[in-house]
């Protein structure tokens, strides 16, 4: 598979990333997209063993809270590996994900201020919990990316000057542009284009092969680390059909 596209980075923090990839088809992009979701195993918690549950919350909605809760995924681990945690917390107060005790080092909740459950005064709530790496097609409890999306990288033309007394009306473009071989976030110009071009006629036009993702990530893993793994199962998947191909 040619992997002969080009991806600059517009804004890149350590659970958001903002890029733009060149020389790709409107499928490719969608491939990307799809793989973040579905292709990139994480892990989370899978099977809830209770010790003490006095709180008012049934132990399956207990469960079901626990398996929402991220956790770090080191990039050693396969699919089907497990790693045991631990909650054991009494009232009166407040049990957050960062009370869960991991068997791993390298596996902890991505946040620690989630809240599970508030327990009151002689309220008990013990349990191991099994963690399991699988992939966000299985259940969307295993999804990395929380937030992906992706639209065409697009660049505004300048084609005359509005006429003296014509109205300004705005001209709302969401996104990235692309002027004078720079990326430009339309929220810095508040989404307007007669605030980046005050008193300019303009032509908005699509980059062709060229899209901008937006991805978050749940913080099982950095969000750049997220794209490439991403990247790396369609690379995989690409060369798995060539060499049934050619059988």
């Known amino acids: ?19 733009v990839v060149h020389n790709i088809t409107p499928a490719f992009a969608n ?10 195993p994480t892990l989370s918690i ?19 809270r626990l398996g929402l809760v991220p956790l770090t995924t080191p990039d050693d681990f396969e699919v089907g590996d497990s790693v045991t945690l631990a909650l054991d917390v009494e009232g009166p107060g407040t049990a957050y994900s960062g009370d869960l005790v991991s068997s791993d080092p390298d ?22 919990a099994d963690a399991v790496l699988a992939h966000g097609r299985d259940h ?14 697009q660049t505004v033309n300048v084609v005359g000057d509005r006429a003296e007394y014509e109205d300004e009306e705005p001209e709302i473009l969401r996104g990235v542009i692309e002027e004078d071989g720079e990326y430009v976030q339309t929220d810095e110009f508040d989404n307007d284009l007669t605030n980046r071009y005050p008193g300019k006629e303009v032509e908005v036009e699509d980059v062709s092969g060229a899209f901008v993702f937006h991805v978050e990530s749940d913080g099982s ?11 790396d199962t369609l690379v995989d998947r690409a060369d798995e059909l060539e060499q049934a191909v050619q059988l």
Do not use: C, W
């Open 1 to 19: 598979m040619s992997t002969d596209f080009d991806v600059e980075f517009v804004d890149k923090g350590d659970r958001e990333a903002l890029f």
């Open 31 to 40: 491939g990307i997209r799809r793989a973040i979701l579905a292709d990139v």
């Open 46 to 64: 899978d099977d809830v063993r209770f010790v003490e549950n006095s709180s008012v919350m049934f132990d399956e909605q207990l469960a079901l």
């Open 107 to 128: 596996v902890e909740p991505a946040d620690k201020n989630v809240p599970i459950i508030e327990l009151k005064d002689d309220q008990r709530l013990e349990l191991e």
């Open 140 to 153: 969307a409890k295993h999804q990395g990316g929380v937030a992906v999306g992706y639209r065409h990288l």
């Open 221 to 231: 893993m950095p969000v750049t680390e997220l794209v490439l793994r991403a990247v």
